[in-house]
């Protein structure tokens, strides 16, 4: 099988869905990747440019013409068409508007509006409604007509106003009589979210009430749009890669085959940040200099303290912000869960230190620097509570991610307290004369 | 409103979903919550129990007679009730099950046989399916007779030995004809996962495909099961969970208000296996203690290096972890990626180490010191790249979760090499005269 005919093979093969395309065209140079994406469908091809990697995708929509990109757009749904605009250059967002039917720009201008990380922003114009007095066989008629039906497990009943008053789920549709009236087999309690609400809500949302679709309204309580499980489950997707991402001190829109030149601008802010931290513990050795040269033995001793006090505030730190993800705490709650981290470090710090003077009174025969590093220890560790308690509730309080609080800011914390404490207690104990 | 009363109020509140309630009673006193719990429904305290953290769940299980739990177990779905089972002592199971009817026995039994976290531990029994043979209007009445028919989205069409050969959409049978067979509405091409599959796969085909449930097949292609997406929403959310804490070294199963002696317990390990790492660490410098005993100083510069390393490791990382759970990089490509790595390593650390030689040249006014320091961090951030890169994916070569290759390990590689190298480069400057 030649080249081509592979490639067309692999462009149509069925179980090739668009996630696993945008993966594959991802991987082809540019050349090859243009010819595969040609062979798709115009709605594969769409779908799979929005699984595709931020860059990849930029690349290829370049070689395309505005007609070809207008003709992809028209393919998709308006939640799809209008992530797929938010991917163009502001300057050729206009020339193809121009390009598209009237029906189109009808369905997508609304959505443009929206902010991409909301309800707004996740949800699909295209939705089946029916009015109250309508029949069950009048409904069963505009779910026939809707071209979408793939996808419709309910139908949403709308007053006079456009207003949401209730929703009969398909299986209701299936088992009630044709002649019967929307009012009578409607559930009147329709769980919605208003346009404006963050995605991550929408997604806590999604889960509390196992739902596969939710509609959304406007301030005035106007249905405008419907979002899907598939939409919330890339949301929760997104958000989690976001929290390590950010926690590990990565931006968020890197991916492991992201050119270097991409990665190498993107990570060099937070390791230029982490210089500066970097330095601040070093000064804070430096402050002990006159110690170190009395006794340069304690510079061994230095990544004891400062890489507990490190991991032990990481894990706070981990557990604090997937717990404000995940609703387990409120930031009103701080006292509690201070109590409680201080408590776990004190008895880890004790525990640990423990076994630090054991091992250093075998390794170099003294006792009282397993007492220092002790002391040291039980110091960082409740250092470490705090600040991977306090700092990501802070955060959230002044509704900033708290997954910013990384791992580089409370290092910082523990390091520059841990040199501090360690060589402090140290420059005592050598002026009372207990050590060297 | 008395505090009895307030409570009743607060259980039979509708928009409190058993997600919330779950939550709210872990937060009360073991009494009250037992009686606040009893005032619920048996489904939605069936429900709330397994929303519950582990050691409350285990807490209010144990204060509840066998009788009661059975009663519990029998108002939930098959899933929820197994799931359940598996949160129960295993000498309390045998006296709990003979309390269950024959019926719900029948339901549990074969789903107590699978791993937890596989399609088969996901999925209930319950779904109906019908014969290809059947016509839609009598798909329609087992859709009438089925009790749990609030969630059903799909037919699932069955042959005569129980293996599925197809799928019909409920708003296919919305509009389809009455009379009609199913065989001619039927989808040939259904989308199953076998039994013993991994939870996380399963989660990806649910994503690939956007559905919202999927039948499970044993080994003889024998439907025996349904997995709905709101089971799918939690794995994703547990996976994501157990990465995160992976990562940053801490036991999966903590979470916030875990008690103190559970989180001192679970923590206290991967503090002890740091421990020894960070001795490891300053072994690396106790062999250069000579150097430092001449030139203390040196002592100063030790964070730099191995905290830059540490950072640009954790990035890598991260990318890495996510990358392999996200399906972006596989194993085979280990050599693309690390070139990539130690690329963008290279130049990050050329970067930030000029930064380096100004900032020490400006601070302490020595250049030798900065270009050793230049040097160091240079080989570190190399090392960080690689270990950043193969230790994750080693471990997913050898079906470890390669989160486990957390912060700590990869620190440990940057700690030692950065030491060794800054030290070693200054021994070498040192014995050459270019140093102090």
């Known amino acids: 099988?030649?080249?081509?005919?592979?490639?067309?093979?692999?462009?149509?093969?069925?179980?090739?869905?668009?996630?696993?395309?945008?993966?594959?065209?991802?991987?082809?140079?540019?050349?090859?990747?243009?010819?595969?994406?040609?062979?798709?469908?115009?709605?594969?091809?769409?779908?799979?440019?929005?699984?595709?990697?931020?860059?990849?995708?930029?690349e290829l929509l370049k070689k395309l013409s505005d007609r070809e990109v207008a003709q992809i757009i028209s393919s998709l749904k308006s939640d799809d068409a209008t992530d797929l605009f938010h991917s163009l250059e502001k300057t050729r967002t206009k020339r193809i508007m121009k390009l598209l039917s009237e029906k189109k720009l009808e369905e997508i201008r609304p959505l443009l509006r929206f902010e991409e990380e909301t309800a707004g922003g996740?949800?699909?114009?295209?939705?089946?409604?029916?009015?109250?007095s309508d029949t069950v066989s009048e409904a069963i008629e505009k779910i026939r007509e809707c071209k979408e039906a793939e996808e419709i497990h309910n139908v949403f009943v709308l007053n006079s106003k456009?207003?949401?008053?209730?929703?009969?789920?398909?299986?209701?549709?299936?088992?009630?009589?044709?002649?019967?009236?929307?009012?009578?087999?409607?559930?009147?309690?329709?769980?919605?979210?208003?346009?404006?609400?963050?995605?991550?809500q929408v997604a806590k949302k999604f889960k509390e009430y196992d739902l596969v679709s939710m509609p959304v309204v406007d301030s005035k309580n106007k249905m405008?749009?419907?979002?899907?499980?598939d939409d919330v489950i890339d949301v929760l997707e997104e958000e989690?890669?976001?929290?390590i991402y950010r926690l590990a001190g990565v931006p968020e829109e890197e991916s492991v085959f992201s050119s270097p030149s991409f990665s190498i601008k993107k990570r060099l802010p937070w390791l230029t940040i982490n210089l500066f931290t970097a330095l601040l513990a070093s000064a804070s050795i430096a402050f002990f200099e006159n110690t170190l040269a009395a006794m340069a033995t304690l510079a061994i001793f230095l990544p004891i303290v400062a890489g507990m006090g490190g991991n032990a505030g990481t894990q706070t730190l981990a557990i604090m912000v997937r717990g404000l993800a995940l609703g387990e705490i409120r930031v009103?709650?701080?006292?509690?869960?201070?109590?409680?981290?201080?408590?776990?470090?004190?008895?880890?710090?004790i525990i640990t230190g423990l076994i630090v003077v054991l091992i250093v009174l075998l390794w170099r025969n003294t006792l009282v620097i397993g007492i220092i590093l002790l002391l040291a220890m039980v110091i960082n560790l409740l250092v470490a509570a705090a600040a991977g308690t306090l700092v990501p509730l802070f955060l959230k309080w002044k509704k900033i991610d708290p997954a910013?609080?990384?791992?580089?800011?409370?290092?910082?914390?523990?390091?520059?307290?841990?040199?501090?404490a360690f060589?402090?207690?140290?420059?005592?104990?050598?002026r009372l004369g207990w050590l060297g």
């Open 1 to 58: 099988m030649g080249v081509k005919k592979r490639l067309a093979f692999i462009a149509h093969a069925s179980p090739f869905n668009a996630d696993q395309m945008g993966d594959y065209l991802g991987k082809l140079t540019p050349k090859v990747m243009l010819s595969v994406a040609r062979m798709l469908s115009k709605k594969k091809f769409g779908l799979s440019l929005l699984e595709m990697e931020e860059e990849s995708r930029a």
């Open 332 to 349: 009103e709650e701080y006292k509690k869960a201070l109590k409680k981290e201080l408590f776990v470090g004190l008895a880890n710090g």
């Open 404 to 420: 910013l609080a990384s791992t580089i800011i409370i290092t910082t914390f523990t390091d520059v307290f841990g040199f501090m």
């Open 122 to 132: 996740l949800m699909q114009s295209e939705f089946v409604s029916v009015k109250a």
């Open 224 to 229: 405008v749009g419907l979002i899907t499980v």
């Open 240 to 243: 989690a890669t976001e929290d």
């Open 423 to 430: 060589l402090g207690i140290a420059t005592v104990f050598l």
């Open 162 to 200: 456009k207003e949401l008053v209730g929703v009969v789920p398909l299986r209701k549709l299936v088992t009630a009589k044709p002649s019967e009236k929307i009012s009578r087999v409607m559930n009147r309690s329709v769980i919605s979210v208003k346009s404006t609400l963050d995605q991550e």
